[in-house]
Nanobody, 123 residues
Framework: QVQLVESGGGSVQSGESLTLSCAAS????????MGWFRQAPGKEREVVSI???????TTAESVKGRFTISHDIAKNTMYLHMNSLKPEDTAMYYC?????????????????WGQGTHVTVSS
């Protein structure tokens, strides 16, 4: 059974940094499309950053240059390093994995999801 467990969320001030973690079990990080998504209150879920199996990444324009996706195979964990946080980054952040290795950047058809970790950025 695949389980993805996020951690690392919290409340920070504008300009500060956070690193989110997504620990996987029953699944090998990097073996298929994986990524981070977020959903703010009253808004639709959106792609934050996606990593394909060849290492290619797709990052939302709103966070490009500030957020970086990475993973540690030894720890079977994916990360989202978030710098220069802004109030508009406030959202529930989810990690997700797909069962495919192609078209990761579409952000659709991700079969496995974590429970989410909340990030609040105050000005």
């Amino acid at each position: 059974q695949v389980q993805l467990v996020e951690s690392g969320g919290g409340s920070v001030q504008s300009g500060e940094s956070l690193t989110l973690s997504c620990a996987a079990s029953g699944y090998t990080v990097g073996s298929s499309c994986m990524g981070w998504f977020r959903q703010a209150p009253g808004k639709e879920r959106e792609v934050v950053s996606i990593r394909a199996t060849d290492g290619a990444t797709t990052t939302a324009e709103s966070v490009k240059g500030r957020f970086t996706i990475s993973h540690d195979i030894a720890k079977n964990t994916m990360y989202l390093h978030m710098n220069s946080l802004k109030p508009e980054d406030t959202a529930m952040y989810y990690c997700a994995a797909a069962t495919r290795t192609l078209l990761c950047e579409t952000g659709s058809g991700y079969a496995y999801w974590g429970q989410g970790t909340h990030v609040t950025v105050s000005s």
